[in-house]
């Protein structure tokens, strides 16, 4: 096992009626803004839901954090919240607006364009933030992490800040999401877990375990889910698992890859693509590309997960891919560049980005551009 | 699933060489009390490194915190505490160290007997307090619970106040490790996660696929580790399953038992039992008598832990009982009463003591006195 530091801070509340206890956690004397997306949470009922447990207390709203949240909304609600002396952030929707929140908690205590921080991947001081959230997904709810995008120059980057203090996750916000979404947010959680896991087998028993079992409840819970989007038990695994998928627990000690995300924020940024759906493109291109050097793992997941026990290593770990995207496609999202209608124009483009900025991604670090390209070829 | 609200503050620092950093993790204004237990310190080099890591800091030690803590050496420390002014302290040891440094730092700031806090079960202020564990098995070092044991009245009882603000958790301070601790650390670690897991099935799947994910790593690792104690990898397996074992990681949403653990204190509290030493003997005692509440679960167990699928259901629980008393047998830990001398009056005894507390355990909440002595006579 590698050595690691593991902290996570965030509280989680976890359950129906969960919102209520607004009121208890965030602290009687705060300035809040609240951040929403575009709207959803008005019909679904979380948002009298969370006025009703806030009370008389002082707030203003920033409405239209946007998928894939952007600098240009994310500076205008840097501005309102300097005018306004905010001192506590209450993020109210799913990844995108717990991400764009993060910003803006780091960009009220920043003197110059947030972009900067991004660029420089982190930032030292930040508003406290709270999160009531809506999409099972990206995990941001329980970790530092946020990924944000900039129309301006279609870039997109990961940075990372604060935890939040509290995290509200009641399923029975998730009755009402479309089913798209629902599939995106299973997709993500499980390449997510595979970032963490299809790397090299013996380093983390427990680890492996962990993971193994995340997936082992996505496969499980994805089929019924589609069947029954009103089931809270379902939904209660669900996003317990996105949570659990991104926030440190399966990542003690273990190498991480990482190469399909940095891959699909290219997609969002180049063709405004849904991030989950670039990972379940991306991800079994990754897969039939470095087959060789996950060799172990493909053979390790696949007995593991799928219980395959027979045929030869070669057969196993075609069944292994195989059974990875016949998964994303069963939830009904497309698994190959064809299907999105993109084409080698954005191979090359990714392949040049990535060779511009010198950076080679995945557990052995060797994924550069042209691994990257590679790898696109492979998701044809 | 059931609603539940999750916080872990702890943070782990993680690996060989660990200890080096403790100089980063402990605030230099601090007046640190040093606690250990008997001295084991000294001789496998903890101790030096504990002190250079420290360097010119000004601490106090306090030496002889016994296996199964007692309040009576605990006052000890509370008077020295006081005399010093510490306000941090840092427990260098095992479970038992740090358990009663847990209670030393509620007692510092507590005017009357820390007994008083104990039976009271928790407190509202506590000294900030860091670990370097040294044996793995009560999962101490992460969570916010000790065991408190009292000479005077041969009683022992569970108490919560505040999780470490750090833990250190370098594997290579268990390579001097007695076997016997080792098979009693991994005992215990196995009986945490199944108090945590061999309850009901179907609350939650990912609290589950932990919980055996934990168990599967230990039934890996147990033999392996006693054919070669000096394997870092095995150790740091070793130790980070059992922190997780009984961090509140496996335990979100689902019912506990604890059962074991309440009939395994009175057995230490009158025959000076250690605990893992108990667990062993109580807990396939548990499992017979309990078997057709625990029915269920027992088999999800058996096929998924054990890989039982063959047999009729009776035949797989009564394998996967028997499978559960070999483990312990395999750590060369006794299983049954008898073994450690102990007879129908001790059974007797513990059903008199719960009778007269009036308490009920288990997750069904039926574990009464008259259980706890079917429980006993199932471990003859």
Same mark, same amino acid.
């Given at each position: ?209 962990? $993971?193994?079992?995340?997936?082992? %409840?996505?496969? *499980? !819970?994805?089929? @019924?889910?589609? &069947?029954? +989007? ?109 299907? $999105?209608?993109?084409?080698?124009? %954005?191979?090359? *483009? !990714?392949?040049? @980005?990535?060779? &511009?900025? +010198? ?22």
């Amino acid at each position: 096992m590698n050595n690691f530091d593991f902290r996570n801070p965030t509280r989680l509340v976890f359950g129906k009626g969960s919102i209520a206890r607004l009121g208890e956690l965030v602290p009687a004397d705060r300035r809040i803004m609240l951040t929403f997306g575009g709207g959803s949470v008005k019909q679904n009922g979380v948002y009298d839901q969370v006025r009703k447990a806030l009370g008389e207390r002082a707030t203003v709203e920033f409405w239209g954090i946007e998928p894939n949240p952007s600098v240009e909304t994310l500076r205008k609600a840097v501005t309102l919240g300097r005018e306004q002396q905010t001192d506590f952030l209450l993020a109210v929707g799913g990844g995108s607006v717990i991400d764009g929140t993060k910003l803006i908690s780091a960009g009220l205590l920043y003197n110059g364009d947030p972009w900067e921080l991004v660029l420089k991947g982190t930032a030292d001081k930040t508003v406290p933030l709270g999160t009531v959230l809506t999409l099972p997904a990206t995990g941001s709810e329980m970790n530092n992490g946020a990924v944000i995008s900039r129309h301006e120059t279609q870039e997109k980057y990961p940075f990372f800040s604060n935890y939040p203090v509290f995290s509200i996750l009641d399923p029975e916000t998730t009755f009402t999401l479309p089913p798209r979404q629902i599939a995106c947010g299973l997709a993500d959680t499980f390449v997510h877990v595979m970032e963490q896991y299809m790397t090299v087998p013996g380093v983390s028993r427990l680890m492996d375990r962990w $993971a193994e079992g995340i997936l082992s %409840t996505l496969i *499980e !819970i994805a089929p @019924r889910i589609r &069947e029954d +989007g009103l089931n809270y038990d379902l939904m209660a695994d669900f996003m317990l698992s996105a949570t659990m998928g991104l926030n440190g627990f399966i990542a003690m000690g273990v190498p991480e890859d990482w190469t399909t995300h940095m891959i699909g924020h290219e997609l969002t940024a180049l063709h405004g693509l849904t991030h989950g759906a670039t990972l379940a493109i991306v991800y079994p291109g990754t897969l039939r590309a470095l087959r060789e050097q996950k060799r172990e793992k493909l053979l390790q997941y696949g007995q593991r997960v799928w219980n395959m026990t027979k045929g030869t290593e070669k057969e196993r770990i075609d069944r292994a891919i195989e059974k990875t995207e016949e998964f994303f496609r069963s939830l009904g999202l497309a698994t190959r560049l064809g299907e $999105a209608g993109i084409g080698e124009e %954005t191979v090359r *483009e !990714i392949e040049r @980005r990535f060779e &511009e900025r +010198g950076v080679a991604f995945g557990e052995g670090g060797n994924v550069t551009g042209k691994t990257a390209a590679a790898i696109l070829r492979n998701c044809r």
